[in-house]
């Protein structure tokens, strides 16, 4: 690949990424995935589902999240229901890549 063609797929990836108003907005989405992560992570462990534990975990997952962390984000993948929220996750993946 020239320098070029490399300016060009530059070029193109900057201004298709998604604009923080978009990304702060797929946040907001998929928040409600969140909990669900939480309760399922509260089992696997065999910890008390309080209201404690729940917020902490979801303090950390909605970090997750914002950070882009792979594994959160499939497992969210796997969980969304709709179209909407698939669309919003992707767009966290490319905002975060």
């Known amino acids: 690949?020239?320098?070029?063609?490399?300016?060009?797929?530059i070029l193109r990836e900057e201004l298709n990424k998604p604009s923080?108003?978009?990304f702060e907005e797929a946040i907001n989405d998929v928040k409600v995935i969140i909990p669900?992560?939480?309760?399922?992570?509260?089992?696997?462990?065999?910890?008390?589902?309080?209201?404690?534990?729940i917020t902490k975990?979801?303090?950390?997952l909605l970090k997750k999240v914002k950070e882009g962390d792979n594994d959160i984000?499939?497992?969210m993948w796997e969980l969304a229901?709709?179209?909407l929220m698939k669309?919003?996750?992707?767009?966290i993946t490319f905002y975060t890549k």
């Open 1 to 9: 690949m020239n320098l070029q063609e490399s300016i060009r797929k």
């Open 20 to 22: 923080e108003k978009e």
């Open 36 to 53: 669900l992560i939480s309760h399922r992570i509260l089992h696997d462990k065999n910890m008390e589902h309080n209201e404690e534990n």
């Open 73 to 75: 984000l499939d497992e």
């Open 81 to 83: 229901g709709s179209a």
């Open 57 to 60: 975990l979801n303090k950390i």
């Open 87 to 91: 669309n919003a996750i992707n767009i």
